[in-house]
């Protein structure tokens, strides 16, 4: 379940690049927090898939938002190096 959900947000990074003309890390960051914010805290929860958000402490939610922050970052490198290896640019 964990890699399905990662590749469906993949594309709001290339959508940021593309876009908004945003740049890498700035698009990278917004990818992770939007994963954080609508998947983790509001669509599991809401779905069943965890204890309401209330029920963990804030260094619980903290460190998941740090781990997205990371997502995006990889997100962002891969695409990257993918659009420099074909000679592409967003």
Do not use: K
């Not at 947000?9 to 994963?35: I, K």
Request: aromatic share 8%.
């Amino acid at each position: 379940m964990h890699y399905g959900l990662a590749l469906s947000w993949s594309p709001l990074y290339v959508l940021l690049r593309r876009r908004t003309g945003m740049g890498v890390v700035g698009a990278g960051l917004l990818t992770g927090t939007a994963m954080s914010l609508i998947a983790d805290e509001t669509m599991t929860p809401l779905a069943g898939f965890s204890a309401p958000n209330g029920a963990y402490p804030l260094v619980t939610h903290l460190r998941g938002f740090a781990a997205h922050q990371v997502f995006g970052l990889a997100v962002a490198v891969t695409c990257e190096a993918v659009w420099a290896l074909r000679g592409r640019r967003p």
